[in-house]
């Protein structure tokens, strides 16, 4: 079974766009997890445009108080920004399950690469250890590259979550390349099980690309986000859940 994590960053997004709490994050994901999803993840930014610190905290609440998995990305390089923590001590606060370390900078528009751990190996170990301590399982966003994925073993990450981004672009432009970026992430998931890693994958995932990514060898988890928003839209957020929960059956 590959448990599906909804993403609640966009129900944040609009909900930033106006004073006062419509749509109701915490809500949004109860209802989530009502229709069949495994587990919440948020991925709050230093610079607050969706998921805020205080939805952390509520949505840890939720997911305890539900006994389903908390998953909480973001870059532990960023550091404090006004009330945003930093996401080590919001991690630490908070105690998801799992805790996904993505390098983004605080300027990208969204996350578009995985760590390159020659350059950020060193710094990432003690914190893997910091996180794997209070009892945080730790992912690392890569891309589908066999010699970053074995330095993610030796810093002691438990998972990687593969970037599925140039993934979804070829789907969707029909790109001559799909087969060897498939191949590529096929190889990368054999070769991380066979380090003892979990894999996880996740970003611009959908209704479309999902029948093939499913069968990637060995794949525990999708965190989507994007696509269910806007899937949402059209089918309404039980029945969106509910779409996506059969399409990782293989239904
Ligand atoms: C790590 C990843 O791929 C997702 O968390 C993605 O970064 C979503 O973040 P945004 O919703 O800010 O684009
Ligand atoms: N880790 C990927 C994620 O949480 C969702 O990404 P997206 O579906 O919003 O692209």
Redesign the pocket.
């Given at each position: 079974m590959i448990a599906l994590?909804v993403?609640l960053?966009?129900i944040a997004l609009i909900r930033n766009s106006r004073e006062g709490n419509f749509p109701d994050v915490v809500a949004h994901g109860r209802t989530c997890l009502d229709a069949g999803a495994d587990g919440i993840?948020?991925?709050p930014r230093p610079d607050q445009r969706h998921i805020r610190p205080g939805d952390v905290r509520d949505l840890a609440t939720l997911c305890a108080g539900r006994g389903v998995e908390f998953?909480v990305?973001g870059n532990p390089f960023a550091g404090a920004m006004g009330n945003y923590p930093g996401l080590l001590p919001l991690v630490l606060e908070t105690g998801p399950q799992q805790c996904?370390l993505?390098p983004d900078s605080n300027e990208q528009l969204?996350?578009d690469h995985g760590f390159d751990l020659n350059k950020d190996g060193a710094r990432l170990e003690p914190i893997i250890k910091q996180l794997k301590d209070a009892g945080v399982r730790v992912s690392l966003?890569m891309d589908p590259d066999k010699q970053q994925i074995s330095l993610a073993r030796d810093v002691g990450a438990d998972r990687i979550?593969l970037y599925?981004?140039p993934y979804?672009e070829a789907v969707s432009q029909q790109s001559a390349d799909l087969d060897s970026i498939f191949a590529a992430h096929c190889a990368a998931a054999e070769h991380a099980l066979f380090l003892g890693l979990g894999v996880?994958?996740?970003?611009?995932?959908?209704l479309i690309n999902l029948p093939r990514y499913r069968t990637l060898p060995g794949l525990q988890e999708?965190?989507?986000?994007?696509?269910?928003?806007v899937d949402a839209i059209n089918m309404g957020l039980t029945n969106a859940v509910a779409a996506y929960v059969n399409c990782l059956a293989g239904n």
């Open positions: 994590s993403n960053n966009k993840t948020v991925h998953n990305e996904t993505v969204t996350s966003f979550e599925t981004g979804a996880n994958a996740g970003h611009d995932l959908n999708v965190s989507i986000g994007h696509a269910l928003t």
